[in-house]
């Protein structure tokens, strides 16, 4: 999609040329944020003391939570992918952004109700782990598929546009 871009005379009389991105493309640009952020995340939260170098987790479930790492990473770059991807139908592209965009974080907004899951390992639930009193990855998560919600009503056609829905 590309940029809107408008002339209006300067002072001088020529032509001033601003770029003003479209809706569409502050879309995408909020479905890439969430991307990169949902591909590096994981590393910055646990590759730490309470993850991947935690000695009371024993290898299995370090297995797992590489799992998890790489996942995002993937995810990550399928999203980009399909944001970026000029080929194909746009709002095919979209919604499969969007859906890539947003498995990460469902699934980790469902993985607190798996039997024995926590939060946070008794030696790290600190009250400095809550914003608001919620735990800082449920905030997390509000945030990342807000921004997922806002890209999905930003890139899809102004009512009364004239364009059809899977063409933005």
Request: positive net charge.
């Amino acid at each position: 999609m590309r940029n809107s871009l408008s002339s209006t005379p300067a002072s001088g009389g020529a032509p001033a040329r601003s770029v003003i991105p479209s809706r569409a493309v502050i879309g995408k640009a909020m479905l890439s944020l969430v991307a990169v952020f949902t591909g590096v995340s994981p590393y910055i939260a646990d590759w730490n003391e309470t993850h991947v170098l935690n000695p009371l987790w024993p290898a299995h479930a370090k297995f797992h939570n590489g799992q998890t790492m790489a996942m995002g990473t993937l995810l990550a770059l399928a999203t980009l992918y399909f944001v970026w991807r000029r080929r194909g139908d746009a709002g095919s592209n979209l919604r499969a952004a969007v859906v890539l965009a947003g498995l990460y974080w469902v699934s980790q907004a469902l993985a607190i109700f798996y039997p024995g899951a926590a939060y946070f390992d008794p030696q790290f639930d600190k009250p400095d782990m809550y914003v608001p009193g919620l735990p800082v990855q449920a905030v997390i998560e509000i945030v990342a598929l807000a921004l997922i919600g806002g890209a999905v009503l930003l890139s899809r056609p102004a009512p009364g546009s004239g364009v059809p829905e899977n063409s933005n």
